[in-house]
Structure formats: structure tokens, C-alpha cells
């Protein structure tokens, strides 16, 4: 210990701090003194630790890694981010659970986040994804009221199961996801156990201006892994961290998670002809219709050094793309453009973007001015606005994106009317063995404890609707947990 030498513990004005065990007192009974600086600035500073946790997926976990390119898909985009085989991009990774608070288990039953932040020379690209092809909703209008039925009562503040059947019975393209949700894959055994999907049909553009759609995958090299409830509830009686504990561990020993990413890629013209929507978010493109394009390999190897400045701090946008790749008409992707950089600003603070973990690996040059923290400001020069005569930025016409044809008259379309919620529900229902199945009526039924009956009801006409061994199997699994019940409490 002698002759260890340590750096100089200090106030947050750099003054060397004599003593850190005993307070400033008059006497050695008191009281403290009120020019005792530093017991005030820790105890201030203890006040100002946390920021509002995220609305959703605010209980998380992240690690950086890179990209590496294995298939050429240069005819489809000029992204330079997948510009030749072997091209690398760091790239930061969070995983989330969508409903539960900062403290909550992670081995819930819930859809994960699978949220990748690219710092490609161009920018970055972030893809804010799900480990799910679809979501429950396809207009953004439904998002608050949907996330009001996964949190919390507002009288008895706990998690309410007829809000949710309510909402979803109410909405049938909620089926899709929450046949998903209750499946298997609704409880993975971890984050490296798990798929990601960009979810949204995006667009990519070439340099020759052509326009495809596109759909973003990441299959698990790890495999998929699950836990039933039953084992999921063993696991967070002992350990509420399960998922950050595999993730955290894993790097640190040097076994680092891998993705092969790939792409679905529809001709522009396409979206006319398919039978569904392609721009609806509750739908998958079949892959016998466009099959998977490998792109690359993502690889995890490094854990944050610190979580709260690298993993709470991080700020992760879908409007955030690079020349080559662009948006979509679906209505869900629209709203997220407006709502992610929003939440920043309120979470995180105007000036998010220059924090280490979220700034761009490229020059950025905006005229953007001010605001609490500022503390990247340029120095000397007259060029703060534009245009200017003084050798200030310029846009760069060469990243101008093709037109996106859009068409229409302005008017609140009922995103119900004709729309077929069933087929690709069942689809994926008839993909499963038999236990799969069993698993999943028994998934359904334990979280219809305490629903009334009439919501029950609406829900089955649904699952019938996509297959009648589903609505079936779920009425036997629910008369089966009621006859449990009764016989518990007899
Ligand atoms: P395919 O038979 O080509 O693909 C089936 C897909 O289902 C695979 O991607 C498989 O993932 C995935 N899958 C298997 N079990 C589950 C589960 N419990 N939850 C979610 N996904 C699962 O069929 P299609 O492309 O024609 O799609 C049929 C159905 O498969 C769809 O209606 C959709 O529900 C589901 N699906 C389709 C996807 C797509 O992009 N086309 C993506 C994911 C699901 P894996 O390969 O990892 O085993
Ligand atoms: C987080 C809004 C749909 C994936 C968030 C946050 C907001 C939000 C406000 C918190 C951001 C923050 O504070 O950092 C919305 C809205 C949606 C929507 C308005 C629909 C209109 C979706 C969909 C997906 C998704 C469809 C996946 C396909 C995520 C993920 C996070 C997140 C992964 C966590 C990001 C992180 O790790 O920081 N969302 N969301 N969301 N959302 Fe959404």
C-alpha cells in the first residue's frame, strides 16, 4: 500500500479535498457548517443522478461491436456502410424489454428492443428495431394509447391484464404480435438467444437513383433460446438481471454474440402487386417471395465502460439514415421519425448528439445554436449562419435522395377497413408442433387471469379467425386454468 500513489480526490472546480470522512462542524458534536462546499456539492449532486427513465424500454443493456460486410448489395444502395467485402463499422448495440421499468426483470415475457446505432463515416444510421418481424399497431395514433395498456393502472398502479386483452381484442392487428408474444420466442433466454428485425419496410436508393424497399434481419448465431414461464419465473426469483448478467459476461470472457444480418429487397414497382400492404408494420414479406440477401456479420465484443454515461445516455433514432438509405410510407415509421429525437431532448437534454456515446465518428457541421450545455461550439468564426461569405459548410447536393412517389388526398383512412389481420397470424400459428402450441394456449390463458368474460369472448372470435385450432386450443387452456382456480381455492 506505501508506496501506491493515488490521483488527488477534488472539488468539481478541481481544489484538492482535505477530508471526505468527516463533515465541516462547530465542535466535534455540530452542527455542519453551511460553508462546508463540498458536503453540499456531493449531496447535490446525489440529487441531479438520474434522468427520466426512457417512456418505453427504459430496463436495458448494450455493448459495442462491428459490422463486417460478407455480400455485395452495392446495385441496391450507395450507403457507403456496405461498400465492399470486408468493410467494418463500429456499431453499438441496446437490448430492451418494452414495458417494464428501470428495475424490472429482465426475463418477463415482453418483446425485446434490438436498437443498433452504425457510426458510419457518412453519419449515423441508426436501425431501432425489435427482436420481431411485426408490432401491434399500424398507426402511430394508436402508440400512447397501446403503451397505456402495457404499463401500470393509474388507481391500483399494477400491471393490468384486461387493459391489455381489452386493447387488443379491440384491435385485431394487434393478432400477428401477440401470437408472437405469446410464443415461445416471447421469453428468450437472453439477448444473444434471440433474432433482431429493423421491423419497417425502409427504403434504399443507388447511385443510379433507383429506389427498392427493403427489410432488415439479424438471425442469432447463438441460436434461439427460450424459457417457458414457469422456468422464467424460477430464474427472477433468484436473479432479476438475467439477461445484462449473459450479455455483460459473455464479453467480458470473450465469447462474443454474433448476427448474420440480411436483407429483403422488393422492387420499387412491387409494392402495387403484393396482396398485403407492404408498408404495414403488422405484416411480414414471405420469404418465398424475397428471400433473405446475406449483408454481414455483427459481432459484440466490448462491454460499456460506464453504463449510465454509454447505455442510459445513449439516444437512438430512426430518423437517423445516411445517403443510401431511406424511409418508407408506413405510417408507424413516419410517427417514430418525430418521436424519438423529441424524447431526447426532454431525457437526455438538447445537446444529446455531442455526448461520446451518440456523437458521429464524421466532421458534423450544423448551424444549430446554443441551449443548456453547450460545450461543442466552434471556435472563430463568422460562418454561424447560411449562406455566408465566409467559408462556412455547404450542402452537399450529391447526398440528395431520389423523389419518394407518395400520392393521395389528405384524409383519416380507417386502417381497419378490408384489411386482412388473420392470415399471416395463422400462417406463423400453423408453423408450430404441436407443443409449441400447447405452450402457447397456456401462455394465452394464464395472461387472461381476471379478464371479463366479454373481452374473452371478442379475443377468441380473432384467434378463430386465423385458425380454429387456435381458438380452440386457447378456450380448453382457459377452461383448464379456471378449474385449477377453483380447485385452489376450495
Ligand atoms: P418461412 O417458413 O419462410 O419462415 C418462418 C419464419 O418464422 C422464420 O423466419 C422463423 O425464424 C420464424 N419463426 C419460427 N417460429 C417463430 C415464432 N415462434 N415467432 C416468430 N417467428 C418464428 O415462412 P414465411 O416467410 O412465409 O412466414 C410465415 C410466418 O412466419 C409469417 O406469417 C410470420 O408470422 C413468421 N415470420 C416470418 C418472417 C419473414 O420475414 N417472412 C420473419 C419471422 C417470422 P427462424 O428462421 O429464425 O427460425
Ligand atoms: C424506445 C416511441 C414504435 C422500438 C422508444 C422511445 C419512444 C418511442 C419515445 C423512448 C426513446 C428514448 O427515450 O430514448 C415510439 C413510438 C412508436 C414506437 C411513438 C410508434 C409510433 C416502435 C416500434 C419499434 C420500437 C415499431 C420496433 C420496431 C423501440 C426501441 C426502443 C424504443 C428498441 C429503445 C431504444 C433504446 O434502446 O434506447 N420508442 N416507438 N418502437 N422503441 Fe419505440
Same mark, same amino acid.
Given at each position: 500500500?506505501?508506496?501506491?500513489? @493515488?490521483?488527488?480526490?477534488?472539488?468539481?472546480?478541481?481544489?484538492?479535498? *482535505?477530508?471526505?470522512?468527516?463533515?465541516?462542524?462547530?465542535?466535534?458534536?455540530?452542527?455542519?457548517?453551511?460553508?462546508?462546499?463540498?458536503?453540499?456539492?456531493?449531496?447535490?449532486?446525489?440529487?441531479?443522478?438520474?434522468?427520466?427513465?426512457?417512456?418505453?424500454?427504459?430496463?436495458?443493456?448494450?455493448?459495442?461491436?462491428?459490422?463486417?460486410?460478407?455480400?455485395?448489395?452495392?446495385? +441496391?444502395?450507395?450507403?457507403?456502410?456496405?461498400?465492399?467485402?470486408?468493410?467494418?463499422?463500429?456499431? #453499438?448495440?441496446?437490448?430492451?424489454?418494452?414495458? =417494464?421499468?428501470?428495475?424490472?426483470?429482465?426475463?418477463?415475457?415482453?418483446?425485446?428492443?434490438?436498437?443498433?446505432?452504425?457510426?458510419?463515416?457518412?453519419?449515423?444510421?441508426?436501425?431501432?428495431?425489435?427482436?420481431?418481424?411485426?408490432?401491434?399497431?399500424?398507426?402511430? #395514433?394508436?402508440?400512447?394509447?397501446?403503451?397505456?395498456?402495457?404499463?401500470?393502472?393509474?388507481?391500483?398502479?399494477?400491471?393490468?391484464?384486461?387493459?391489455?386483452?381489452?386493447?387488443?381484442?379491440?384491435?385485431?392487428?394487434?393478432?400477428?404480435?401477440?401470437?408472437?408474444?405469446?410464443?415461445?420466442? =416471447?421469453?428468450?433466454?437472453?439477448?444473444?438467444?434471440?433474432?433482431? +428485425?429493423?421491423?419497417?419496410?425502409?427504403?434504399?436508393?443507388?447511385?443510379?437513383?433507383?429506389?427498392?424497399?427493403?427489410?432488415?434481419?439479424?438471425?442469432?448465431?447463438?441460436?434461439?433460446?427460450?424459457?417457458?414461464?414457469?422456468?422464467?419465473?424460477?430464474?427472477?426469483?433468484?436473479?432479476?438481471?438475467?439477461?445484462?448478467?449473459? #450479455?455483460?459476461?459473455? /464479453?467480458?470472457? &470473450?465469447?462474443?454474440?454474433?448476427?448474420?444480418?440480411?436483407?429483403?429487397?422488393? %422492387?420499387?414497382?412491387?409494392?402495387?402487386?403484393?396482396? +398485403?400492404? %407492404?408498408?404495414?408494420?403488422?405484416?411480414?414479406?414471405?420469404?418465398?417471395?424475397?428471400?433473405?440477401?446475406?449483408?454481414? /456479420?455483427?459481432?459484440?465484443?466490448?462491454?460499456? *465502460?460506464?453504463?449510465?454515461?454509454?447505455?442510459?445516455?445513449?439516444?437512438?433514432?430512426?430518423?437517423?439514415?445516411?445517403? &443510401?438509405? &431511406?424511409?418508407?410510407?408506413?405510417?408507424?415509421?413516419?410517427?417514430?421519425? @418525430?418521436? +424519438? *429525437?423529441?424524447?431526447?431532448?426532454?431525457?437526455?437534454?438538447?445537446?444529446? !448528439?455531442?455526448?461520446?456515446?451518440?456523437?458521429?465518428?464524421?466532421?458534423?457541421?450544423?448551424?444549430? $445554436?446554443?441551449?443548456?450545455?453547450? @460545450?461543442?461550439?466552434?471556435?472563430?468564426?463568422?460562418?454561424?449562419?447560411?449562406?455566408?461569405? @465566409?467559408?462556412?459548410?455547404?450542402?452537399?447536393?450529391?447526398?440528395?435522395? %431520389?423523389? #419518394?412517389? /407518395?400520392?393521395?388526398? $389528405?384524409?383519416?383512412?380507417?386502417?381497419? *377497413? =378490408?384489411?386482412?389481420?388473420?392470415?399471416?397470424?395463422?400462417?406463423?400459428?400453423?408453423?408450430?408442433?404441436? &407443443?409449441?402450441?400447447?405452450?402457447?394456449?397456456?401462455?394465452?390463458?394464464?395472461?387472461?387471469?381476471?379478464?371479463?368474460?366479454?373481452?374473452?369472448?371478442?379475443?377468441?372470435?380473432?384467434?378463430?379467425?386465423?385458425?380454429?385450432?387456435?381458438?380452440?386450443?386457447?378456450?380448453?387452456?382457459?377452461?383448464?386454468?379456471?378449474?385449477?382456480?377453483?380447485?385452489?381455492? !376450495?
Amino acid at each position: 500500500m506505501a508506496d501506491q500513489t @493515488f490521483p488527488v480526490m477534488t472539488t468539481t472546480a478541481g481544489a484538492p479535498i *482535505a477530508d471526505d470522512q468527516n463533515s465541516l462542524t462547530a465542535g466535534p458534536r455540530g452542527p455542519v457548517l453551511l460553508q462546508d462546499y463540498h458536503l453540499i456539492e456531493k449531496l447535490a449532486h446525489q440529487n441531479r443522478e438520474r434522468i427520466p427513465e426512457r417512456v418505453v424500454h427504459a430496463k436495458g443493456s448494450a455493448a459495442y461491436g462491428t459490422l463486417t460486410i460478407t455480400g455485395d448489395i452495392s446495385r +441496391y444502395t450507395r450507403a457507403r456502410i456496405f461498400a465492399g467485402i470486408g468493410r467494418q463499422t463500429e456499431a #453499438l448495440l441496446r437490448f430492451s424489454t418494452v414495458a =417494464g421499468e428501470r428495475g424490472a426483470a429482465d426475463a418477463e415475457r415482453d418483446v425485446r428492443g434490438f436498437a443498433l446505432k452504425f457510426y458510419t463515416e457518412e453519419g449515423n444510421w441508426d436501425l431501432v428495431g425489435n427482436n420481431t418481424p411485426v408490432f401491434f399497431i399500424r398507426d402511430p #395514433l394508436k402508440f400512447p394509447d397501446f403503451i397505456r395498456t402495457q404499463k401500470r393502472h393509474p388507481r391500483a398502479n399494477l400491471r393490468s391484464n384486461t387493459a391489455m386483452w381489452d386493447f387488443w381484442s379491440l384491435s385485431p392487428e394487434s393478432l400477428h404480435q401477440v401470437t408472437i408474444l405469446f410464443s415461445d420466442r =416471447g421469453l428468450p433466454q437472453g439477448y444473444r438467444f434471440m433474432n433482431g +428485425y429493423g421491423s419497417h419496410t425502409y427504403s434504399f436508393w443507388n447511385d443510379a437513383g433507383e429506389r427498392f424497399w427493403v427489410k432488415f434481419h439479424f438471425k442469432s448465431l447463438q441460436g434461439i433460446r427460450t424459457w417457458t414461464n414457469e422456468e422464467a419465473a424460477a430464474i427472477i426469483a433468484h436473479d432479476r438481471e438475467s439477461a445484462q448478467r449473459d #450479455l455483460f459476461e459473455a /464479453i467480458e470472457h &470473450g465469447d462474443y454474440p454474433r448476427w448474420r444480418m440480411c436483407v429483403q429487397i422488393m %422492387p420499387e414497382a412491387d409494392a402495387e402487386r403484393t396482396p +398485403y400492404n %407492404p408498408f404495414d408494420l403488422t405484416k411480414v414479406w414471405p420469404h418465398a417471395d424475397y428471400p433473405l440477401i446475406e449483408v454481414g /456479420i455483427l459481432e459484440l465484443n466490448r462491454n460499456p *465502460a460506464h453504463y449510465f454515461a454509454e447505455v442510459e445516455q445513449a439516444s437512438f433514432s430512426p430518423s437517423n439514415i445516411v445517403p &443510401g438509405i &431511406g424511409f418508407s410510407p408506413d405510417k408507424m415509421l413516419q410517427g417514430r421519425l @418525430f418521436a +424519438y *429525437a423529441d424524447a431526447h431532448r426532454y431525457r437526455v437534454g438538447t445537446h444529446y !448528439e455531442s455526448l461520446p456515446v451518440n456523437r458521429p465518428r464524421c466532421p458534423v457541421h450544423t448551424h444549430h $445554436a446554443d441551449g443548456a450545455m453547450r @460545450f461543442d461550439a466552434p471556435h472563430g468564426t463568422d460562418a454561424y449562419y447560411h449562406p455566408n461569405s @465566409f467559408g462556412g459548410p455547404q450542402p452537399q447536393p450529391a447526398a440528395k435522395e %431520389p423523389p #419518394l412517389r /407518395i400520392s393521395g388526398d $389528405a384524409g383519416h383512412y380507417d386502417h381497419r *377497413a =378490408g384489411n386482412d389481420d388473420y392470415t399471416q397470424a395463422g400462417a406463423l400459428f400453423r408453423l408450430f408442433d404441436a &407443443g409449441q402450441r400447447e405452450r402457447l394456449f397456456r401462455n394465452i390463458a394464464a395472461a387472461m387471469q381476471g379478464v371479463p368474460d366479454s373481452i374473452v369472448a371478442r379475443q377468441l372470435v380473432h384467434f378463430q379467425r386465423a385458425d380454429p385450432d387456435y381458438a380452440e386450443g386457447v378456450a380448453q387452456a382457459l377452461g383448464q386454468a379456471r378449474a385449477r382456480a377453483r380447485a385452489d381455492a !376450495e
